[in-house]
Antibody, heavy 115, light 107 residues
Framework: QVQLVQSATEVKKPGASVKVSCKAS????????VSWVRQAPGQGLEWMGW????????NQAQKFQGRLTMTTDTSTSTAFMELRNLTSDDTAVYYC????????WGQGTLVTVSS | DIQMTQSPSSLSASVGDRVTITCRAS??????LAWYQQKPGKVPKLLID???TLQSGVPSRFSGGGSGTDFTLTISSLQPEDVATYYC?????????FGPGTKVDLK
C-alpha cells in the first residue's frame, strides 16, 4: 500500500534551518512528483512547492524563493524539504503529498520556531 | 498568478440539508481542480479531482462540478461526519494554489 512517512517534530530557533524528510513506499517513487504543503496553527493550507522526482525539476511559491530547497534521494525513495532562515511565522505542520490531486499524504511534521 | 477564492467562508446547516460550496479561479484552469476535506487535527483527504471525479471510497453524497473558472462542491444530504473545512486546489500550472477554505458545521 502507498505510504508517505515523514520525519518527527522539530523545534528550531529563529534564523535556523529545518529539513523535513518524506519516505515513500508502495509505488515507484520516480513515477510521481512530491508536493509540499504547510498549515500554520488555525490557518488554511498553503502550497509551498513541487518536485519532479524523475529529474529534480522544481516549482515553488514565490514567497519561499531563496529560502526553500526541495531534493530527493531516489536510492531510498525519500523527498526532502529544507526551509532556511526560520521565523515564528514558519511555525506550522508541514505535509508532503504524492504529486497533485492525489490522495496520498504524509502524516505531517510539526515545526515550531521559538526563541 | 491565478487567485483562488471560495464562498462562503463558513456555513452552518442541518443534517440532511443540501450544501454547496463555490470555488472560483481568476483565470481559466479547465478542469484541473481538486477538492479536499480536512477535519481538525487530521491530514487533508482528497474527495474529488479533475473537478468532478469522486475518489474511491468517498460517499456518493459528495459531487463536484464546473470547469474553466467556476466550480462547485455539493453535499446532497449533510451528515454529522461531514463537519470539516473544505479546500479547493488548482493544479493546471504552478503555483498550485489552494483556496482559503470553507468551514462547514452543524446548525
Amino acid at each position: 500500500q502507498v505510504q508517505l512517512v515523514q520525519s518527527a517534530t522539530e523545534v528550531k530557533k529563529p534564523g535556523a534551518s529545518v529539513k523535513v524528510s518524506c519516505k515513500a513506499s508502495g509505488y515507484t517513487f520516480t513515477n510521481y512528483g512530491v508536493s509540499w504543503v504547510r498549515q500554520a496553527p488555525g490557518q488554511g493550507l498553503e502550497w509551498m512547492g513541487w518536485i519532479n522526482t524523475y529529474n529534480d525539476y522544481t516549482n515553488q511559491a514565490q514567497k519561499f524563493q531563496g529560502r526553500l530547497t526541495m531534493t530527493t534521494d531516489t536510492s531510498t525513495s525519500t523527498a526532502f524539504m529544507e526551509l532556511r532562515n526560520l521565523t515564528s511565522d514558519d511555525t506550522a505542520v508541514y505535509y508532503c503529498a504524492r504529486d497533485l490531486g492525489d490522495p496520498y499524504w504524509g502524516q505531517g511534521t510539526l515545526v515550531t520556531v521559538s526563541s | 498568478d491565478i487567485q483562488m477564492t471560495q464562498s462562503p467562508s463558513s456555513l452552518s446547516a442541518s443534517v440532511g440539508d443540501r450544501v454547496t460550496i463555490t470555488c472560483r479561479a481568476s483565470q481559466d484552469i479547465a478542469n484541473y481542480l481538486a477538492w479536499y476535506q480536512q477535519k481538525p487535527g487530521k491530514v487533508p483527504k482528497l474527495l474529488i479531482d479533475a473537478a468532478s471525479t469522486l475518489q474511491s471510497g468517498v460517499p456518493s453524497r459528495f459531487s463536484g462540478g464546473g470547469s474553466g473558472t467556476d466550480f462547485t462542491l455539493t453535499i446532497s444530504s449533510l451528515q454529522p461526519e461531514d463537519v470539516a473545512t473544505y479546500y479547493c486546489q488548482k493544479y493546471n500550472s504552478a503555483p498550485f494554489t489552494f483556496g482559503p477554505g470553507t468551514k462547514v458545521d452543524l446548525k
